[in-house]
């Protein structure tokens, strides 16, 4: 009894220092990751096959939900400032909130709540089930890269179609802003369309795509580590999933309050 009181004394611990340290061998692992998938995006030959079909497969199940989700989102963000023009008198310039919220912040955060929603939850799964198969280490043992062969693709995938969702979900949010704006709170066609370019330019416009692009990067990266690292079977790849959602989201916010106070910082 004694014996095994000691032991179990000098186990906890060790256990403790593993837990705490698991955090930051989770960033180190995620970090070694993210390199080594850059490095290998210049390495030839890129597997285009699996690129082609990651992209279709991303903006297959992504476009419809965007679409829908943009919508509403903009229409929350004109009505709310269109309120607050209309007590001081200058309803006119509802284009102008209009463009600059499309632009460079509903765009890029309706397209990555998306595509982290749906493209990184489905390339997780993809890959923490080849990891539980023993898929990735039969690779390692064929002499094929994982990385090279799985990740590049489809973190070039999650990429190129989030920058094509941005571009779309800001003229569909500025389409409904226009017909939100002119048929429901009576502003004039003509002033709406004015005050577009008032304080929208191409900066703007380069800034939304630049977050939609680093957007899609972190949440594919942060999908297929978690997929990699997947351990427990089944039930482990139902948990990586769930936090591949709950990372890719507090990613979003704090590279979109970085780009944001850098650019206005910068170029503002």
């Known amino acids: 009894m004694l014996l095994s009181s000691s032991i179990w004394g000098r186990g906890r611990p060790v256990v403790a220092m593993d ?62 400032l269109n309120v607050l023009l209309h007590e001081f008198g200058a309803a006119d310039f509802s284009g102008t909130g209009a463009a600059s919220a499309s632009v460079t912040e509903i ?34 043992v064929m002499g094929v890269d994982p990385v090279h062969r799985l990740v590049v693709p489809r973190v070039l995938a999650a990429t190129v179609v989030a920058v094509s969702l941005v571009s779309l979900v800001t003229f569909v949010g500025l389409a409904g802003s226009f017909g939100f704006a002119v048929f429901v709170q009576d502003v004039t066609p003509g002033a709406f369309a004015a005050g577009l370019t008032l304080f929208t330019g191409l900066p703007d416009i380069l800034l939304g795509l630049v977050k939609g692009a680093l957007f899609g990067l972190s949440a594919a990266l942060i999908a297929c580590y978690k997929g990699m690292s997947v351990r427990k079977g089944p039930q482990g790849v139902g948990n990586a999933v769930n936090e591949t959602v709950v990372y890719s989201f507090i990613a979003l916010f704090v590279i979109n309050v970085v780009a944001t106070a850098v650019y206005y910082t910068s170029v503002k």
Not at 32 to 38: C, G, K, R, S, Y
């Open 19 to 80: 837990n705490a340290l698991k955090p930051i061998r989770s960033v180190g692992g995620f970090y070694a990751l993210a390199l080594d998938t850059v490095v290998a995006m210049f390495t030839r030959p890129l597997a285009w096959r699996e690129f082609f079909l990651q992209t279709w497969f991303v903006a297959r199940v992504a476009i419809v939900p965007t679409l829908l989700l943009a919508i509403p989102f903009t229409v929350l963000v004109v009505f709310t």
């Open 107 to 140: 765009g890029p955060i309706v397209t990555v709540l998306v595509v982290a929603g749906t493209g990184a939850t489905a390339m997780c799964a993809d890959l923490g089930a080849r990891t539980i198969r023993d898929e990735l280490d039969a690779l390692r």
